[in-house]
């Protein structure tokens, strides 16, 4: 029975064979990885997977997929399905601990399960991640642009892009209506304030066409008055926007608005 994939849950099925190469090459795969694959789909990639790392955790949220995964991957002792909302499970409790996550994301939740797994995930030392390729331009937008934004901010602070590959369409089925890329970052040490830099960035961007102090009043971290303070402590005008900022700036700010 055809499958037919839900809009409403972001779901363009991998279908092409040939991309699953440059995605070997980027995830740097190794026999001894244990993969999280969030959004399995039709098992291409999972399967793929299965046969070149040691544990494959691969979570989906439709479960009318069960059927189609569990024959496709039968005889895989090394894969666990688990049927469920990436957003809303306990990832960080899969055993063993994944060390990479690799996987074409649902659209409609790409970049909160980039976001969340920067901290949320720390065993993960590799991404490699199928996203639209706004999104993906989005991770590493460099500051003064309109695509730099908080989830730039937290990703740069977390880790180092290394690979970069956009996709065609045509790997996908039903066939999406914007591009789409493969891209990879490897983590760097998290600043101990990752948290708090992650509160600040959101309310700094949450209104972008106003000042950065003003925006951080608008959404009731601070008061302007002590925002202004801040900037002025790390040499910045009160009139700032948080687009000039560069992602290291967000942590001084951080610190300067916690003293």
């Given at each position: ?162 690979g970069f590959h ?69 040499g910045r005008d ?22």
């Amino acid at each position: 029975m055809a499958v037919i994939p839900r809009k409403s849950l972001g779901q363009h099925f991998l279908v092409d064979d040939n991309i699953l190469g440059v995605i070997d090459r980027l995830a740097e795969l190794d026999s001894a990885d244990v993969v999280l694959e969030i959004g399995p789909g039709l098992g291409v990639l999972t399967e793929y997977l299965a046969g070149r790392v040691a544990r494959v955790h691969a979570v989906e949220l439709d479960r009318s997929l069960e059927p189609r995964l569990s024959e496709r991957l039968a005889g895989r002792t090394n894969v666990e399905l688990v049927f469920g909302d990436a957003l809303a499970l306990d990832l960080a409790a899969l055993d063993p601990p994944p060390t990479k996550l690799v996987s074409n994301l649902p659209y409609n939740v790409a970049t909160p399960i980039v976001a969340e797994s920067l901290a949320g995930l720390p065993t993960v030392g590799l991404w490699c991640v199928m996203v639209q390729r706004e999104v993906a331009d989005r991770f590493f937008a460099v500051p003064r642009t309109k695509a730099y934004g908080a989830v730039s901010v937290l990703v740069q602070l977390a880790a180092r892009r290394t690979g970069f590959h956009p996709v065609s369409r045509e790997v996908f089925r039903p066939r999406p209506n914007v591009d789409s890329a493969l891209v990879a970052f490897r983590r760097v040490p998290l600043p101990d304030t990752f948290s708090e830099v992650r509160r600040v960035a959101a309310a700094a961007f949450a209104h972008r066409r106003k000042t950065l102090a003003n925006s951080l009043e608008l959404t009731g971290l601070v008061t302007r008055p002590r925002a202004v303070e801040a900037l002025a402590a790390i040499g910045r005008d009160p009139a700032v926007r948080a687009e000039e900022l560069e992602p290291g700036e967000f942590v001084a700010l951080t610190a300067a608005l916690a003293r």
